[in-house]
């Protein structure tokens, strides 16, 4: 079932995240439903531009559609994470998706305000939702790269001024982590002051973290064993780190990397111990269970297990299949997100931009 983005965003403020997955394969696809169909979680589901142009926009949304029909009780938006003007405007027109991501954040302040403020128009006038940065992570995704120097943290007042100015809908912070398998360097870890001082500034606004991976030292270890070349220093946010996170605002955690990784050890174990097969459906089918798996326990430990409203089958007995139309978004069976979210509201001090809704 299709949902809203920020229907689920607000569902889960304060109490838990959605686990933000980037996926851009069949295999990646079966293993992200199963795994939120074991937890009964609400799921994100994100393509990047880069995973567009590898993929095609098209593809995706087929595989998309497929998902939905054979997965009729997970809740999902569709997200376009780390857009471009163009590629935004291709997303949002595509009527496929919830929410796009302006990645604005290489601009100075006040361009990155301006192209944010015209994605914002553009997106609000369909009905989807924008996540827009402010200040940058160092690292590696897809083809986008930010040095070490170039990174900045999140400045709490700017972000407090941007959101205003903006209109968008969550925001994407830089508290400390950053894309790919090395996150941290020494004693390093996530900046949860930063993050607190954004919270207090913008109490009730969804932030969104982006190199949400854990980099699980298992998994380098195995890739190691098996011919990968990672360093040691490989390393990721720990479980613990994200559970303070929500409790200062963070609702959405971004994962890609981490489904790489699996990927990763999962091919060359099954190829170093079978060194004569050449058929990828083998070790497809112990990647989608792994990964599978993996989406389940993340979103156990993101507090998600359970939350996906259940789906109200009467009003639709031939399995949902409608909801898999581009654009449709599937009316969640009560208690609805947007009625907990106004309950959940009441007596708190809300930032500005919400109370005026
Ligand atoms: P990771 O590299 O930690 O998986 O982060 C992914 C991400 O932030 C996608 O936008």
Redesign the pocket.
Known sequence: MRASTNELLHAAYGQYALG?F?VCNLEQVHGLFRGATEARAPVIV?F?RVMRDYAHPLMLEQLLRGAAMIYPNVTFAVHH??GDEASCADAIESGHYSSVMIDASHLPFEQNVAATSRVVEMAHRRGLAVEAELGQ?K?V?DEMSVEGKDALLTDPAQAEEFVERTGCDSLAVAVG?S???Y?FSGSQRLRLEVLAEIKRRLAGFPLVL????A?PRDEIERIRNSGGEFDSSAS??PEGDLSQAISLGVTKV?????GRLIWTRVHREFFRDHPGEFDFMQPGRTYMKDFAGFVEGKCRSLGAAGKSPTLDHSANPSRNHAAAKPGASASLAKPSASSALKSKRKGRREHPKFAAR
């Open positions: 933000a980037n994100q990047t994470d780390h992570l690292g995704e982590t894309h790919g398998a996150k982006h190199g949400g991976s980099v990721g946010v971004n994962i890609a990397t981490d």
